[in-house]
């Protein structure tokens, strides 16, 4: 059998979308994208106007790791969809291949942190603590990031040259957004982590919805291997 190369699958995904993605095809495209200097030819299939050919898009970008980066300008969009899975491999994306002249389009990562979605703050979260401090400088360059980001964001651009109680201030803040940022901090700086288990109790007794923010960032395994090396230093 001869194995057919990206553009020839390209062409079945968009002659047939709803078969090709339903049989699978995505794995085989993006197998074949592996292979593929120009992926370029990615870009059409984010911006048709087919469902199913923007899903096979979108997951091969996931996928590419920082290989994704031609394809930024039109992954942007889909960080703002209302299902879940296909805000949440865009913002990935955005994530990974923010930098160089895309830098500042990090912004679109951290406005999700006020997404209706929980599983979407909690990703943006967890993205931010394993993130880059070049990353926040370069968002906060852009004049489309609410100004409501402005605290928690100049504290990460700072870091590590902040107090202990300025981090507190926003842990212990009544705005949700200053909450998140005050936990993504903490982590990232290795503070009071035994802080964020007794916040999320307060939260979650209140019913507030910051609790069950944090409470599943501390549920994530990588996140909890930062809280260990916390638990371990002297």
């Known amino acids: 059998m001869i194995r057919k190369d990206a553009r020839a699958l390209i062409d079945q995904l968009e002659s047939s979308p709803e078969q090709f993605y339903a049989r699978g095809g995505s794995y085989s495209l993006l197998q074949r994208l592996f292979h593929e200097r120009d992926l370029s030819i990615v870009i059409p299939l984010l911006e048709s106007s087919d469902p199913h050919?923007?899903?096979?898009?979108?997951?091969?970008?996931?996928e590419l790791g920082t290989r994704a980066y031609p394809l930024v300008d039109a992954v942007i969009p889909f960080t703002s969809s209302l299902d879940v899975k296909t805000a949440r491999m865009a913002i990935e994306v955005l994530a990974v291949c923010s930098t160089l002249e895309h830098a500042n389009d990090y912004w679109h990562v951290l406005k999700c942190l006020q997404s209706s979605s929980v599983e979407i703050r909690v990703l943006v979260m967890d993205l931010m603590v394993h993130s880059e401090v070049a990353q926040f400088i370069a968002a906060?360059?852009?004049?489309?990031?609410?100004?409501c980001h402005g605290t928690g964001l100049h504290?990460?651009?700072?870091?590590?040259?902040?107090?202990?109680?300025?981090?507190?201030?926003?842990?212990?803040?009544?705005?949700?957004?200053?909450?998140?940022?005050?936990?993504?901090?903490?982590?990232?700086?290795?503070?009071?982590?035994?802080?964020?288990s007794e916040r999320t109790r307060a939260a979650v007794n209140s019913d507030a919805v910051e609790g069950d923010d944090i409470s599943l960032l501390l549920q994530i395994p990588r996140i909890q291997g930062c809280l260990r090396s916390t638990s371990a230093s002297p």
Do not use: Q, T, W
Request: with cysteine; net charge positive.
């Open 53 to 62: 050919v923007n899903a096979v898009g979108l997951f091969c970008a996931s």
């Open 140 to 147: 906060s360059e852009s004049r489309s990031l609410p100004s």
């Open 155 to 196: 504290l990460l651009m700072k870091e590590p040259l902040f107090e202990e109680r300025e981090v507190l201030s926003l842990l212990h803040s009544e705005k949700r957004l200053d909450v998140r940022y005050g936990a993504v901090i903490m982590i990232r700086n290795r503070i009071r982590s035994d802080l964020l």
